[in-house]
């Protein structure tokens, strides 16, 4: 993604609870499912690799035995042996492959594949669309992506269009959508946004890919509008209206008044957001904040989620990190709400003196 499109894009993470369980059978081994769905959402592929592997397959319970298998199956090979094709779309299978291809060589290499996925797209939709010689040559980014969501158009769909999301660029593509107004309070502030609703999904990019389906963006905001997977969300729910809603207004706000803003300090101002609105899902919130938390990951959210932890922590514990997430559970919602408000506060101060030119300040 270039730099413009990065800065005005967000991804939100759905966090399905059920699936971070662990095994109760005293007598089994169980898999860490939180470390391993951690090092998936980071790009550590090799990590979750070595993790499962020195775990007894006989050992393991039957849900947990199905994760590894998963895990080996798709990247502990030299291709993935998984299906991954279910669509039957023929003119966008090609684009998938082309994609998952970059995914599993990035997990596993590093990131050193962008130049040779832009290169494959090209040559593909130079195959399918009428490109003019000169930008197939130079192959530029902001072409790149007009051919892209012209061509992903032309097979009935929507896309975001060439971009990035955290480390590795992204597709995501769906079928239809439909718009409407929210309008709802964050910092004492009345926001009123379009809202627009994107269902039947083809693919829900990298995470979606990375985590069997488990984890995926399911919304983000531009300038304009923000936007969600209408599978992810009972629209009654908290992580709706504060973990969506709330999340995803902040950004647009932040947009407007920060535009040069970078990925980890804009979700750390939503991530603060919705602390200091949360009341049943705090606890659930605040454990994948931790669990997700890595200062030194090129993840926005895992750099922002480990900066959140750590001002919270400094607030409340007068340590640096606190990880015990039985720990939090003493401190009661309204102080957690307090606290995240009074950090949220802090940081907007700080920022307003630097002003709308600020691009870094949690990670200096």
């Not at 995914?103 to 962008?114: A, H, L, P, T, V």
């Not at 769909?157 to 955290?166: D, K, V």
């Amino acid at each position: 993604m270039n730099l413009k499109f990065k800065q005005i894009i967000s991804i939100f993470i759905i966090l399905f609870m059920a699936e971070i369980g662990t095994a109760e059978n005293n007598d089994s081994l169980k898999i860490d499912k939180q470390k391993v769905y951690s090092f998936l959402l980071d790009g550590r592929i090799n990590d979750a690799i070595v993790y499962v592997n020195c775990i007894d397959s006989e050992k393991l319970l039957e849900k947990d035995l199905d994760l590894k298998n998963k895990i080996i199956e798709k990247f502990g090979g030299e291709k993935d042996n998984s299906i991954f094709i279910n669509s039957n779309n023929v003119g966008l299978d090609e684009i998938l492959i082309i994609f998952r291809n970059y995914w599993r060589k990035s997990f596993i290499i590093g990131n050193e594949f962008d130049d040779e996925l832009i290169s494959e797209l090209y040559e593909f939709l130079n195959k399918n669309l009428i490109i003019p010689k000169t930008t197939f040559e130079k192959k530029d980014q902001d072409s790149l992506n007009h051919y892209l969501k012209e061509f992903v158009k032309s097979q009935g769909f929507i896309t975001t269009g060439f971009g990035r999301t955290g480390s590795y660029l992204d597709f995501l593509c769906w079928e239809t959508e439909e718009d409407t107004i929210y309008t709802f309070e964050i910092h004492n502030e009345i926001l009123a946004p379009k809202v627009i609703r994107m269902k039947n999904f083809l693919s829900l990019g990298w995470q979606e890919y990375a985590t069997f389906n488990t984890f995926y963006p399911g919304g983000w905001a531009t300038k304009e509008a923000i936007y969600y997977v209408d599978s992810a969300f009972k629209t009654d729910s908290e992580n709706f209206l504060v973990g969506y809603l709330a999340h995803e207004g902040q950004h647009l706000r932040d947009y407007k008044f920060y535009p040069k803003l970078t990925g980890a300090d804009l979700e750390y101002r939503a991530k603060l957001t919705e602390l200091s609105m949360y009341q049943d899902y705090i606890y659930n919130f605040l454990q994948f904040t931790i669990s997700n938390s890595n200062y030194e990951s090129k993840n926005a959210h895992s750099i922002a989620n480990y900066c959140v932890v750590r001002d919270m922590s400094r607030k409340l514990f007068e340590k640096d990190f606190e990880n015990d997430i039985e720990k939090w559970k003493e401190i009661s919602v309204v102080k957690l709400n307090e606290t995240a408000e009074e950090l949220f506060r802090e940081n907007t101060e700080s920022l307003d003196k630097i002003g709308s030119e600020v691009q870094n300040y949690i990670k200096q």
